[in-house]
């Protein structure tokens, strides 16, 4: 079974626009999540997607956004990026959601310059 | 307030021996727990898992420790491998079925073990 996959792997964006991620997850997978990695916090929780639907959401503004689509691909969006939004972004996918069985993908590394 | 704490970047164990990894939490009410693995260029995989019920879980060379009252856990792997290297996250969750929104990481700790 393949894995969580996501697209671009690497990506370098200027201050001010705007940057969309995409997660594939795997086969059956009905939840996606959307994580941010930094070094000084570690990793951290933007939104939860199930069924199309956000059903948790981190503490990020709301230049933060994502939606999911009826085959459980997910999409991330920032708009007017910061400097401070480089960043590894994680997404993960599992059957049900919940915290137990989670499937990570190898993220997309944004650079924001 | 960080609420998961992994006080240590980074262990440098010799390969072999033991390696203790250790993470902090403050919030009374994560009652699950659990270690990831990350490897470079890769995103995190689940290591092994505690529910506050237990005390300990053990997989393998892998051994989860957890002590409710001093709001502590730890990893033991023994013996350690070259190929454990890697960056080791602490994650808890307030209501284990809950949704992702309850998972809280820490900040990782960095195992090297030396051949």
């Known amino acids: 079974k393949a894995g969580v996959t996501q697209t671009p792997r690497y990506l370098i964006k200027t201050r001010g626009q705007q940057v969309t991620l995409s997660c594939s997850p795997i086969s059956g997978h009905r939840s996606v999540s959307w994580y941010q990695q930094t070094p000084g916090q570690g990793l951290q929780f933007l939104f939860e997607?199930?069924?199309?639907?956000?059903?948790n959401k981190g503490n990020f503004p709301g230049r933060f956004s994502g939606r999911q689509f009826s085959n459980s691909r997910s999409e991330m969006n920032v708009s007017t990026l910061e400097l401070g939004d480089s960043a590894l972004y994680l997404c993960a996918s599992s059957l049900a959601g919940g915290v137990y069985e989670q499937y990570f993908g190898p993220g997309t590394r944004l650079t924001v310059t | 307030d960080q609420q998961v704490k992994q006080n240590s970047p980074s262990l440098s164990v010799q390969e072999g021996r033991i390696s203790i990894l250790n993470c902090d939490y403050t919030n009374s009410m994560f009652d699950y727990f659990l270690w990831y693995k990350k490897y470079p260029a890769e995103g995190p995989t689940f290591l092994i898992s505690i529910s506050s019920i237990k005390d300990k879980n053990e997989d393998g060379r892998f051994t989860v420790f957890l002590n409710k009252s001093a709001k502590h856990l730890s990893l033991h792997i023994v013996p350690s491998q070259p190929g454990d290297s890697a960056v080791y996250f602490c994650?808890?969750?307030?209501?284990?079925?809950?949704?992702?929104?309850?998972?809280?990481f820490g900040k990782g700790t960095k195992l090297t073990v030396n051949p």
């Open positions: 997607y199930f069924s199309e639907t956000q059903r």
């Open positions: 994650a808890a969750s307030a209501g284990a079925q809950g949704g992702s929104e309850k998972l809280v």
